[in-house]
């Protein structure tokens, strides 16, 4: 009974949101956003004590506590524009999104076929707007993976959304043996999120300047298979509009062998870290990147 409850009290708050003017719906997750910095003590703290950390010799306190309030604002503005954009029309989404470099996925190897990719993502602005935009893709299967929430029903019902889009979602713990057939099978990007805490089996390295692990997963799938190896970031250029910008390929290949997972991994931060300090407000600050790992 519970469990039902709460999926009826989510499609209510989803649908209700998809029925605002998509820059209505933004100012909406930004007040929300900043009521969650005056209430939410803890991840305040965490994200205060993240951007001390790396910019704690660059800024005040007071130009700190300033960047983190309008990163929870800008989280909160993600997060309701995440939902009402999941699902947009091909013709609308073209009105407030940009992409730049979506032509660097598309090319054909010496075979005339489109390789599989692996697309390096980060918590950057409306991140969720990656799986909308495969349409940008013609020819090409855009795969990202998820992880369950409970109760069942509510993660049918945040599937049932994602799904209406032109992405295969595949369950991390679950669909593993089905996304290796589907990236062997070519014209596969393959998007993983790749800016968070790696834990114990992570590599390990700076990030912004400061120790962490990182996850290893798509730099062991670019040298496993040899796919070629992208990084993208969704950058906010105004309220509700964005633009997201694809790397080059990072190189897999040095001196006639192909490179270290660490040293593919340290190219892909660095890509990060740029995008971080371009816009520090945003990035996902209230996530504890730098725990420590033995």
Known sequence: ???????????????????????????????????????????????VTNLTAVFGNEKTRNQIAALARENFKRIGESFVCGVCTAGISPLDLDKILEVDGGEK?????????????????????????????A???PGMQLVTTYRAVKPAALNDL????????????????????KLKSMLKAGGVVIGLLSDQNGGPRGIKGPFLGVECSTSAAPAVFARRFHYP????????????????????????????????????????????????????ANWFWVHNRWRLVA
């Open 1 to 47: 009974m519970l469990d039902r409850l709460v999926v009826i009290l989510a499609r209510f708050l989803f649908e209700s949101l998809r029925a605002l003017p998509l820059r209505g719906a933004a100012r909406l997750g930004r007040f929300f956003g900043g009521m969650a910095h005056l209430v939410d003590r803890r991840h305040r703290k965490v994200a």
């Open 105 to 133: 996925l598309l090319e054909v190897g010496e075979d005339g076929r489109s390789p599989s990719r692996i697309l390096a993502l980060g918590h950057f602005g409306n991140f969720e707007i990656f799986a909308t935009a």
């Open 135 to 137: 349409h940008r893709l």
């Open 158 to 177: 945040l599937l049932s959304y994602r799904q209406s889009l032109n992405c295969v979602f595949l369950e991390r713990t679950r669909d593993a043996a």
């Open 229 to 280: 190896f992208h990084v993208a970031v969704c950058y906010r250029t105004s309220l509700a509009r964005w633009r997201i910008e694809i790397s080059d390929a990072i190189p897999l290949l040095e001196n006639g062998g192909i490179r270290t997972a660490e040293a593919i991994t340290a190219d892909m931060n660095r890509i990060f870290e740029e995008a971080v300090r371009r816009d520090p």
